[in-house]
């Protein structure tokens, strides 16, 4: 850097000037981090003294610069505060355990600060690869299908109901939004997740315009029924993991009926899209999910991707592009003649003509680092084990049966990672919360036939069986002697 532009006042007022005292700040942070990886099983949730936080984190608008390590030292008291998943015993709803390689990925990304939303710039190419993994690991026409990466699974169902709907009735509706259009119905098998009908309350439909079925036979009788009333079947759900039990959809015969019927496929694999890496028993549940029209899917759980990100995936790389695609003279692409490249406006691949963010992160670069570091075979077996353990949760509660204690009996049969259980003469929810604060182990609870339940979703590449055996003998001792 010149000395002419460093003499100025102005510039370089937020940029630390004493980079070698940063470089070993952040070396000492590095070095709490790793110490915080190290003690994964040592710490589960810890309860928050809410009032003290607030306090030692409030702001003012009129604030002078802190020194660097101390504010640092804040971030290390903020770490214990967390909801801690990373712990082997947490499997409450469906939540990650991150991965520690990726947290070079985050360092890289905040350090480089690309706005991956847009201009001609090489790590487009880190998220362009991360999505043909994806479509090519579902089975989807390479071709012609494509994606982007999302904050989840809820904002990518949001965009493959934009899509689904842009197909339905046109491009066109844009621009004459939801006045025009007819009645419209989407379709999703009970138990399905919330973020559906959120999606088509955004999409200014309104929740009545969901339509839950049973069974399959069911699903064709709802189909038929609208369209006898003149309502339009836009899309239909097909859950690959429900949340609650675990459970995936034939997703086989719904997607041959959507075919038939020009319907919409729509796939929720939030979860349950990563049981493709696992052996076959398990992986052949999601068997269908190529004739979807568009997946959703999370990387932040099951796979272990630091949070927030996830994916829309879309066959008809051409309809999701008109979908999202709008720029305005302030996005108009370079008409520049400078041999060997048109400047920073160029570029054909800018990923917020895919999705409504403009500004993105670069959250590819996370989730390729766990692709490439951990490996696909490896997670694979993560979601081998974690089925076999839940699994192995259900055999002890069927032995303990059989041995004449029913303290505890198997809710609902395992299909993949989840087990639910029920608890005669117990509260799940209070026997859940003693055990969290206990900090023995994260269940959370939920409804299956009606009845209030004690669930565990294993998605946590730590868990052993250790885990399973020691959470399933902590449990019996909370229960009323039978
Ligand atoms: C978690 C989950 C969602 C919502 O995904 P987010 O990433 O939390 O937005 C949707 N469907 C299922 C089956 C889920 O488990």
Known sequence: MSAMMTDNKAGYRVDPENL????????????????????????????????????????????????????YDKLRSIMPYGTNQKHPRWWGWVNGGGNFTAVGAELVAATINTNMGGRNQGCVEVERAVIEFLVNLAGMDAQKAFGVLTTGTSQATVLAMAAARAKKFGIDVKKKGIRALPEISVYVKDGAHVCVAKAIELLGHGSDSMRTFTSFDHLTQLVAEDKANGIVPMAIVGTAGCVNRGTYDDLQSIGKFCQQEDIWFHVDGAF????????????????????????????????????????????????????????????????????????????????????IDLSRPFSALKCWTTLKA???????????????????????????????????TVACDVVSNVCCMFLRDADPRDIAAKLQVAKIVVFSTTLVNGKECLRAALVNHRTTDADIDYAMEELQKLLPKQ
């Open 20 to 71: 070698s005292e940063l470089s070993s700040d952040l070396h000492d942070l590095l070095d709490t981090c790793v110490e915080n990886m190290k003690s994964t099983r040592e710490d589960l949730w810890n309860p928050p003294n809410n009032k003290e936080l607030a306090e030692s984190f409030s702001l003012s608008a009129s604030a002078d610069a802190c020194d660097t390590k101390d504010v």
């Open 374 to 408: 951990v490996g696909t075979r490896k997670l694979g077996e993560v979601v081998t084990d974690n089925c076999r353990q839940a699994a192995r949760m259900a055999t002890i509660i069927k032995n303990l049966n059989k041995s004449g204690n029913n303290s505890i």
């Open 272 to 355: 349950g899209y990563w049981i493709l890496l696992a052996e076959k028993k398990w992986s052949s549940l999601i068997s269908g999910i190529e004739r979807a029209n568009s997946v959703a899917l999370d990387f932040h759980k099951w796979i272990g991707v630091p949070y927030a990100v996830g994916a829309c995936l879309i066959n008809d790389r051409e309809l999701h592009y008109k979908t999202f695609s709008n720029r305005p003279s302030y996005l108009a692409p370079s008409t520049g003649t400078v041999p060997g490249s048109d400047g920073l406006a160029g570029g054909d691949l800018w990923f917020c003509d895919y999705g």
